[in-house]
């Protein structure tokens, strides 16, 4: 069964930086992997999907990487502000004919960009 | 842009009351699902629905039902509200493009609910 996991559950940088958050699973064999922001008792923006023939993708500041052998991707987010501060989720699409639309979801990585 | 509405962001009912939760979507996809999401443990699939009428349990659909009569409408009900319900509760859609992988899902607000 796929997992999704998010190290770590809380990072807290100062402005300007540049920052990685991480994400891994279990199952190599996904779909596509998708990057999503959530703003505090908001729903979810989506920022990046990745397909499983990728290896990035990118917008503006942010940059996410796809190693689907390792299980893991990658959100780079270059010279941190702290609008950018919010919970960074992602989720992966199995490559199961019964997976449906489900997408599995990690915890997320709540991040806090000091001004 | 796509939007999603759900019916109410903030909502508190008693134990055993019936409960309503809407979404409505305005872009004809055809997907629909409901979500809650309780801390540490992420967005959890109640339920989801292809079509109208059409509908599949999630990952916990106990304690929960659905209800798809229109395509840009999809119903979340508790029938009798548990205190082990309060959460939030999400809404999202995907059209076909997203059945395909190539697009994503679009989230609606969040409904927090409290059942005392």
């Known amino acids: 069964k796929q997992e999704v996991t998010q190290i770590p559950a809380a990072l807290s940088v100062p402005e300007g930086e540049n920052l990685v958050l991480n994400c891994s699973f279990t199952d190599s064999a996904i779909y596509n992997l998708q990057w999503f922001r959530q703003d505090p008792g908001k729903g979810l923006t989506s920022l990046l999907l990745i397909q499983s023939s990728q290896r990035e993708q990118t917008s503006g500041r942010l940059n996410a990487s796809l190693d689907k052998s390792s299980g893991r991707s990658t959100l780079y987010i270059a010279a941190s502000q702290p609008g950018d501060s919010a919970t960074y989720l992602c989720?992966?699409?199995?490559?199961?004919?019964?997976?449906?639309?489900?997408?599995?979801w990690g915890a997320g990585t709540k991040l806090i960009i000091k001004p | 842009d796509v939007k999603v509405t759900q019916s109410s962001r903030y909502l508190v009912k008693r134990t055993g009351e019936k409960v309503f939760l809407e979404c409505v979507q305005d872009m004809d996809h055809e997907n629909m699902f409901w979500y809650r999401q309780d801390p540490g443990l992420g967005l959890r699939l109640i339920y989801f629905s292809y079509d109208v009428k059409m509908k599949e349990k999630g990952d916990i659909p106990e304690g929960y039902s659905v209800s798809r009569e229109k395509k840009e409408r999809f119903s979340l009900i508790l029938e009798s509200a548990s205190t082990n319900q309060t959460s939030m509760y999400l809404c999202?859609?995907?059209?076909?493009?997203?059945?395909?992988?190539?697009?994503?899902?679009?989230f609606g607000p969040g409904t927090r609910l409290t059942v005392l």
């Open positions: 989720a992966v699409r199995g490559d199961y004919m019964d997976s449906n639309y489900q997408l599995i």
């Open positions: 999202a859609s995907t059209g076909l493009a997203g059945m395909y992988g190539t697009d994503t899902q679009y």
